[in-house]
Structures are given as C-alpha cells and as structure tokens.
C-alpha cells in the first residue's frame, strides 16, 4: 500500500503545483478561483486507479481511498492473473510462475477481499471512457 500513498502524495504535490501556476494574477486568487477550468474550489477531486490485478491494483488503492476500475479482460487478450485463482483445480499457472502454493492460496485470499471494492470492471480497453465517466457522474 506504501506505493499508492507515496503515489497520491505525489499528486497532491502537483496539483497544488499547478493550482499555484494557474494564478495568473491577484484577482484570480481573490475570486475564490484556482484558476483551472474557471472552476471554484467547491470542485471534487476524484483518484481513478485503473489496473489487472484484483489484488494489488484494486486492494491497494482503494484502501488509500482511490475509486478502482478493474480491468478484467477478455480471454482474446491472453490475461493469464485471474486463471491462476480458479476453483476447484482449475488454476492454470504460466510456465514462468514461481510462487509457492502458500503464496498463490494468500493472494487468493487477498483477491476474494478486494472484490467488494471494485467500482468499475471492463472486459474490453474500448469499454474505459464510459467506465470512468460513470465514477465521475456518480452512476
């Protein structure tokens, strides 16, 4: 989780940077402006952390509050994560795979946790835009 922290801390570092580089002059910053977009400070600030590992990319940035997409994708893509968690001996592990059975049942355990906190799923990369827009109108 250090890495999503280390990661937001980051961007509120820019985007208090970019707030400060958009004050153009004293009548901006006396409207109550931070001058992006004309936009007040009554504007959300919203984390979309889009990623392929449930547990990982979804786990760990939605504990640090991110919203999460999950980009569970289509077999034609060839994405090997999810078809190592089946059920019942169906698990297919690539041939590259070291992890041990204790590591594999752990992330396991860690997947099943961060189901609840997936916002979003998309299956194909085409289905993106509208997931996002959705997390940003609140549907």
Known sequence: QWIYRAAFEK??????????????????SDSGSDGL??????????????????????????????????????????????????????AVNPSWNTASKEEIANRKAMNDAAEVMVDKRVS?????PDAIDEILKGV
């Open 11 to 28: 961007y509120l570092s820019l985007a208090e940077n970019q707030r400060e580089m958009a004050k153009v002059d004293d009548s901006v």
């Open 37 to 90: 977009d004309g936009a007040g400070d009554d504007v959300e600030t919203v984390w979309i952390h889009i990623g392929d590992d449930l547990a990982y990319d979804v786990g760990g940035s939605a504990s640090c509050g991110a919203k999460t997409i999950l980009l569970d994708l289509d077999e034609d893509y060839g994405q090997t994560a999810k078809l190592r968690f089946l059920e019942g001996g169906n």
């Open 124 to 128: 194909r990369l085409t289905m993106l």
